[in-house]
């Protein structure tokens, strides 16, 4: 396994089959090498709140500590009971956009074997009977490789283990990536008259959908943020950093295509000078229009789609792109294969709501205008 990065092993498994052992056998096996244990990361933060949310945090904490090690050149070894399939996916997605090698392997054996080993451990680690029972009955053994430990020891299985390393296989391409396409919150926007685009950030009801929004968006773990440079999507990008940690990148292509001849005039006076059609279609579709001197729609879609290329060649697994209504149309058509860029503009995207594109080429549409709360089963399931 000589390379120039280390190799980073998810060892899952139920409470009592033997895997805190097995890990701290690799490590030795596998030196340099270190064990990443989840219950220590989780029991490091205090209070010690045992939420979902603050388990799916910590599982993602156990990625990016056993990344810091990997490309170091040491091996890793991260264990837990790691029952979640939509988080593991989200680990190795992690793991694998900083271009580090990754097995997945579940260790198994039967309940009455789990129920016999559940009882002679520790009485401050052993479950109740019931409670293994219900964890066996519920747990998804079939993610990443099967190990079972069933009628033999510790070493035999770390033996089992390194060996299935050593014939590792080589390494596939590189699977297409998702992209997280995120409409900015709800806007401060006068009613009367057309906004001042460079200086319009969230409403309070803007900012409560994404405050809303930003735990679910951080299950998706997404590895980059991209946002327009509009205030309030760079609003919005922001406040999803907050729990991401990632820095917010601003690229202008994402940008919504904007009038500043029409900036804070009243639609009664744009009526007046351009035409009732104009203020109307300011209110309802500015797709419609192309003042003098303003971007085309052709020219905005243009620049949406080459930056939609440039994705494509990054290694982000999961690239979060908080924009706007208009570019999500005309991505959507450019993705469809539409000649018209309005021809997407049916699809609406809802304020802090999601649409999940495969990476391509081609781009694959995977969800439309989702709630991120429903979004990452669909995300973990398309792989």
């Known amino acids: 396994m000589g390379t120039d990065t280390g190799l ?6 139920l409470p009592g089959v033997g895997k805190s052992t097995v ?3 690799l490590r030795d096996r596998l030196a340099p090498a270190v064990r990443v244990n989840e219950d220590t990361v989780r029991y490091l933060a205090l209070p010690r709140d045992l939420t979902d949310e603050t388990v799916v945090r910590a599982q993602l904490a156990c990625a990016d500590l056993a990344r810091a090690y990997a490309v170091t050149g040491a091996n890793a070894i991260i264990d837990g009971v790691l029952g979640d399939r939509a988080v593991v996916e989200a680990m190795v997605g992690r793991l694998r956009a900083s271009g580090l090698r990754c097995r997945v392997i579940t260790v198994t054996t039967g309940l009455d074997d789990l129920r016999r080993r559940n009882a ?18 519920g747990y998804d053994e079939n993610v990443g490789e099967r190990i079972a430990t069933d009628g033999i020891v510790a070493e035999e299985t770390a033996d089992n283990i390194v060996q299935l390393l050593d014939n590792e296989p080589p390494p596939a391409h590189r699977p297409r990536g998702l992209l997280l396409f995120l409409r900015h919150g709800a806007a401060q926007v006068p009613p009367d008259r057309y906004p001042n685009h460079a200086v319009t950030g969230l409403s309070d009801a803007g900012r409560a959908q994404v405050l809303a929004a930003r735990e679910a968006v951080a299950r998706l773990a997404p590895t980059a943020v991209v946002s327009s440079p509009l205030p309030r999507a760079l609003e919005t990008a922001h406040l999803l950093d907050e729990v991401l940690g990632l820095g917010v990148e601003v690229d202008p292509r994402v940008a919504e295509r904007t ?22 279609a300011l209110l309802t579709d500015s797709d419609l229009l192309c003042p003098e001197g303003a971007e085309t729609l052709d020219a905005a879609s243009r620049r949406v789609l080459s930056a939609l290329r440039d994705w494509t060649e990054r290694a982000e697994d999961r690239l979060l792109v908080v924009s706007h209504g208009g570019p999500h149309g005309w991505l959507l058509a450019g993705c ?6 309005r021809a997407a503009r049916r699809l609406t995207l809802g304020h802090a709501r999601l649409t999940c594109l495969r990476l391509g080429p081609p781009a694959e549409v995977v969800a439309v205008n989702t709630g991120a709360e429903d979004l990452a089963g669909l995300c973990a399931g398309s792989r």
Do not use: H, M, Q
């Not at 009243?266 to 059609?277: K, L, M, T």
């Open 8 to 13: 980073v092993v998810l060892l899952r498994g």
């Open 23 to 25: 890990a701290n056998l």
């Open 120 to 137: 002679a451990r520790d009485t401050l680690v052993r479950l109740p009977d019931d409670r293994i029972v219900k964890l066996f009955a």
């Open 259 to 280: 009038f500043p001849s029409f900036y804070e005039r009243s639609y009664v006076d744009i009526a007046a000078e351009w035409g009732e059609g104009t203020a109307r």
């Open 336 to 341: 469809l294969g539409l000649p018209d860029p």
